[in-house]
């Protein structure tokens, strides 16, 4: 008498096949099935045109932490630098800190300025 039995654990599914007959073998199959997945997000820096009174022109205005990406440091270094005048930088109605785009790659391309 043969029967098969079929258990599923997880991701395995075992099936075991028992032989009544003492000569023949007991046979195992294993089945192993991997399931992915790949997210892949692509952003841009957000930026905000607007007049820039220190620069005297027509800028993108963008947030402090698209600066810091951008400069490839901290948000605390580029704070650092808007505080110390390297920098310019605007407060919006919402109270977010926004970073003139021209002043960063100034500063980014200034030797003495350490970014």
Do not use: Y
């Not at 075992?14 to 790949?38: C, G, Q, Y």
């Not at 620069?55 to 580029?78: F, G, N, P, T």
């Amino acid at each position: 008498m043969i029967t098969n039995f079929r258990l599923k654990a997880g991701l395995r599914t075992f099936l075991f096949r028992r032989v009544s007959d003492a000569n023949e073998m007991m046979t195992k199959r294993t089945e192993i099935t991997i399931e992915t997945a790949r997210v892949t997000v692509i952003s841009t820096p957000k930026q905000t045109p607007g007049w820039c009174a220190s620069c005297q022109q027509e800028v993108d205005w963008i947030s402090l932490d698209e600066a810091a990406l951008i400069s490839k440091s901290s948000s605390r270094d580029v704070f650092q630098l808007i505080e110390a005048g390297g920098v310019h930088a605007n407060e919006t109605a919402q109270k977010l800190l926004m970073v003139c785009a021209v002043s960063l790659m100034s500063a980014k391309q200034d030797s003495s300025t350490k970014l």
